[in-house]
């Protein structure tokens, strides 16, 4: 016998949350001009999502504000204070090997 329940599914175990939770779904269409131009600029630019990064922290950024997701710092998110588009992590190909 199998103790693993009636299609396979462990049974008594607690599922175990996403690390940054759940988020609703844009429902209203609160965001779709920002998520238009997003999907938009990957389509022009054949997916290369580092040319689309500008449109990605405004859709990041529209949801946000419409409290379809947490209040985040961008620079958590990836996208640099400074300049708005990179963190300081991107630098690393910069670097001068000696």
Same mark, same amino acid.
Request: proline share 5%.
């Given at each position: 016998?199998s103790?693993g329940g009636?299609f396979?599914?462990?049974?008594g175990?607690?599922?175990v949350?996403p690390? %940054?939770?759940?988020f609703p779904l844009?429902?209203?269409? =609160? &965001?779709?001009?920002? *998520?238009k131009?997003?999907?938009s600029?990957?389509?022009?630019s054949?997916?290369?999502s580092d %040319?689309?990064?500008?449109f990605?922290?405004?859709?990041l =950024? &529209?949801?946000?504000a *419409?409290?379809?997701?947490a209040r985040?710092?961008?620079?958590?998110l990836g996208f640099g204070k400074?300049?708005?588009?990179?963190?300081?992590a991107e630098? =690393?190909?910069?670097?001068?090997d000696?």
């Amino acid at each position: 016998m199998s103790a693993g329940g009636a299609f396979g599914g462990n049974r008594g175990l607690r599922p175990v949350p996403p690390e %940054k939770g759940v988020f609703p779904l844009d429902h209203m269409h =609160e &965001c779709d001009v920002e *998520k238009k131009d997003y999907l938009s600029c990957l389509k022009s630019s054949s997916h290369q999502s580092d %040319k689309c990064r500008h449109f990605s922290k405004k859709y990041l =950024e &529209c949801r946000m504000a *419409k409290n379809l997701m947490a209040r985040q710092d961008m620079s958590e998110l990836g996208f640099g204070k400074e300049t708005g588009t990179e963190a300081p992590a991107e630098n =690393e190909s910069k670097r001068i090997d000696g």
